[in-house]
């Protein structure tokens, strides 16, 4: 059989979401036994040379002089033209789209959300990263629910082989000195824009009483995130919050490894790896009980509601005065962590590619 797959988002060079899924998700494919058995064809802007809307014209162009069997789209954008006998199974990571900055303008807003239902009314087979985002397909967009099957996304190699890596003291020193650590911190990891509830977060912190604690927060800058970033001097806290930028892929399992406790209360998610690798690492985790994250954490984590200050801030608390309670969450992450697996997602995705339909 000949399987095609968008690998477009597999080769940009800073991931994140739904880049990394790509990247990992393909790399598995290709590394399965069973996978001999089969052509790969990845289609890639360096292959494709289209200089505007990419999907839309040279893939759908390639895809018409050269049909593969079935079609894989690792994230939400399906070409519209396509020859009728084309199978077409796509990946939907999650409605979060709603909280990107283009959904609030005209045309992108209509783009944003056509773009998905199209893929969800048209595609022969979808996959849901979770059961949650599932049960928001089928109730928000109308999907069928029969052609959908849940694949859970994997935590990646890289985390995984640090897990029970033991760092050098030296090697410490150089990640602490060159993100500019403090010994003592709480870690967030993720793009820096409104949905990761950034805000409330430096907020909750403030309220602990502890001034030798710190807040790391790494991360690239993504949208309106101006509040965010003056949020540390708004409450008190601008010496003791750190925003540190993406952390270099090598580098992030030690900068995970160095924190105290990862916490991580996003409004909405459609499935949350940095829980995953968190608890991979070893880090006990604070987390939101919102969207898909309740259904990745398991009973791995303290679950807050990302809208209680409040009660952040007393998770937080309550986690840095426990060593009991940190040390269970430890011992049940790797356990929930383990559950979780790029192997396992890449050879549900291509029974799925290459089942009889």
């Known amino acids: 059989m000949i399987i095609g797959i968008d690998a477009s988002r597999a080769l940009i060079k800073d991931k994140t979401g739904t880049e990394n899924y790509s990247a990992e998700l393909i790399e598995a494919l290709l590394q399965l036994p069973e996978a001999g058995r089969h052509q790969f064809r990845l289609y890639t802007r360096e292959n494709i040379r289209w200089p505007r809307l990419w999907t839309q014209g040279g893939l759908a162009w390639e895809l018409l002089q050269r049909p593969p069997d079935v079609l894989f789209i690792p994230a939400h954008t399906l070409p519209l033209i396509r020859r009728p006998n084309l199978k077409t199974v796509v990946t939907i990571h999650g409605l979060e789209y709603e909280y990107l900055p283009q959904y609030y303008r005209f045309p992108q807003k209509l783009y944003l959300n056509q773009s998905t239902e199209y893929a969800v009314k048209h595609a022969d087979r979808l996959i849901a990263v979770s059961a949650w985002t599932k049960a928001q397909l089928v109730e928000r967009l109308g999907a069928d629910k029969h052609k959908i099957t849940v ?13 029970t890596q033991q760092f050098k003291s030296d090697y410490q020193r150089q990640i602490r000195y060159k993100y500019n650590l403090p010994k003592n911190f709480l870690l967030f990891v993720g793009t820096i824009q409104p949905r990761k509830n950034l805000v409330r977060l430096i907020e909750a912190f403030a309220r602990l009483i502890s001034e030798k604690l710190n807040l790391v927060i790494a991360g690239k800058l993504g949208w309106m995130y101006d509040e965010i970033l003056a949020a540390p001097k708004k409450y008190g806290v601008v010496s003791r919050v750190k925003f540190i930028g993406r952390v270099a892929d090598a580098d992030l399992a030690a900068v995970y490894k160095l924190a105290r406790v990862f916490v991580w209360p996003s409004l909405m998610e459609g499935f949350g790896l940095p829980v995953l690798e968190a608890m991979t690492l070893g880090v006990p985790v604070i987390t939101s009980d919102r969207g898909a994250i309740p259904e990745v954490a398991g009973k791995a984590a303290l679950l807050v509601k990302p809208e209680d200050t409040a009660g952040l801030s007393r998770a937080m608390e309550l986690m840095l005065t426990s060593e009991e309670l940190c040390q ?4 049940a992450g790797f356990r929930q962590a383990a559950k979780f697996s790029w192997e396992r997602a890449a050879r549900q995705t291509l029974q799925i590619l290459t089942e009889k339909w």
Do not use: F, N, P, Y
């Open 151 to 163: 694949i859970h996304e994997g935590v990646g190699s890289r985390i995984v082989k640090a897990k």
């Open 328 to 331: 269970g969450l430890i011992e």
